[in-house]
């Protein structure tokens, strides 16, 4: 039974979610999470995945996870440091180190969890941290629970970027200061300038951390963008995800041996929640495995990402200055983003409207993801889609 101050607080809060249209009506999938999906029994175009290169339904995945069930059942027991760590999870973080560069890796939960206790357990309150201002809410968090002096920097603006620099070194008030960005800004598609904030950081010895959770698997032929500048001995955290087109779940941090040991012994996730179970963390290195073999997968996202772009830029839709295959086309108005969204799932396409306080107020968007497991067909008749309810809402 709900409190009268808690229902009160929830019934006003939801109606008013629902008067501005940012309550998110949640879908239920009825099977497999592919390009193509079934709700209410009906199939649609799926745009929304961030499952990048189909890896969530690839076949070798699944055999891999079915493998490590047999051999170690569903679950890791309890956390590493209590009841040892599965020779899978040091398999994983070998993989992960491999194929990021660097001299070792942790793995964590999920790519969320591993913001949260990666950057709490190197910054404290004597602490500054320069963060995008468009980071992602994951790392947003992690900075507020290290307690440390939160400076944000204009999107990208790498002057802004140097100045607050700068101000915070010479003020003399803080013992470290990290600068913090995503690799690839997931709601407009575009890519970091890692050598610019990696050359500030030089000079002013900053902490680097690039959350690389919408670049692994995309850029860099898969890569990533760290990868794709050629900076891996020159960023500290190589921050990633396991959930994305990777297509499993969890989350790691690449880094200097000194790093991931102090990670193990001091972040708190890791040291008071179980690891993931042996099926992902299989299934995750088969996925490393293939990526680092091939770059077929990422060459079919690429060349569907580019179509896609190109055939609803020549629509007349605004799809921004993405630079991988996220595909936004930005509407602005909130309530017209829902309304663009429920009438492209009404004609079979499911690509879901994002709005504050996911992107900032005023820039509401559909956010297209096209992945390499879709095919031309899936795509044209997206597009067929989007012309006649782009035309009917008068957004082209
Ligand atoms: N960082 C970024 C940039 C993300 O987009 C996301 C997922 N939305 C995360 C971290 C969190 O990853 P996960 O879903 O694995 O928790």
Redesign the pocket.
Known sequence: MNSKTLNRFLDDRIADLHKHGLYNEIDVVQGANGPVIMIDGQEKVNLSS?NYLGLATDERLKTAAKQAIDSHGVGAGAVRTINGTLDLHIQLEQKLAQFKGTEAAISYQ??????MAAISAVMDNHDAILSDSL?????IDGCRLSRATIIRYEHSDIKDLRQKAKAAIESGAYNKIMVIT?G???MDGDIAKLPEIADIAEEFDLITYV????GSGVTGKGAGTVKQFGLEKRIDFQ?G????AIGV???YVAGKENLINWLKARSRPFLFSTAISPADALASTEALEILMNSTELNELLWENGNYLKVKLGNLGFNIGNSETPITPCIIGDEKQSQEFSKRLFEEGVYAKAIVFPTVPRGTGRVRNMPTAAHTKEMLDKAITVYEKVGKALGII
Not at 135 to 139: P, Q, V
Not at 211 to 214: E, K, L, R
């Open positions: 961030n999920s790519g969320f969890n591993c913001n980071n992602h809410a994951s790392i995503d690839v800004f997931s959350d690389d959770a919408h921050m995800t396991l959930s994305k779940v969890g989350g």
